[in-house]
């Protein structure tokens, strides 16, 4: 049978249905219909417009984000908070 990885969450978080914490789900969700029935509310050609200017967002998006990281590598770097070796180093790093 394969293994299944998952994400460890507390017993709490998996466990927790109380109406509290369905709450700002089911706020989400409403948003979301609501946007959803906005943008089914304009014509196809409009929708399309729409479609291509929230792809042209979230590729900025990723590019801005892409550049944050690579700013606080840079940052790492220069303040000596980056490790070069091997993997037998990485493996005898972790074993500390």
Do not use: C, W
Not at 46 to 66: C, E, G, T
């Amino acid at each position: 049978m394969p293994q299944v990885l998952y994400r460890h969450l507390p017993l709490e978080a998996k466990l927790d249905l109380s109406s509290n914490s369905l709450t700002p789900m089911l706020e989400k969700t409403s948003t979301f219909q609501k946007a959803i029935e906005a943008v089914e509310a304009l014509d196809p050609e409009a929708q399309a417009i729409l479609v291509d200017i929230i792809q042209k967002r979230l590729k900025q998006q990723r590019r801005d984000d892409l550049l944050q990281e690579i700013a606080q590598a840079e940052s790492d770097y220069a303040q000596g908070n980056v490790r070069r070796g091997s993997v037998a180093d990485l493996m005898a790093d972790l074993d500390e």
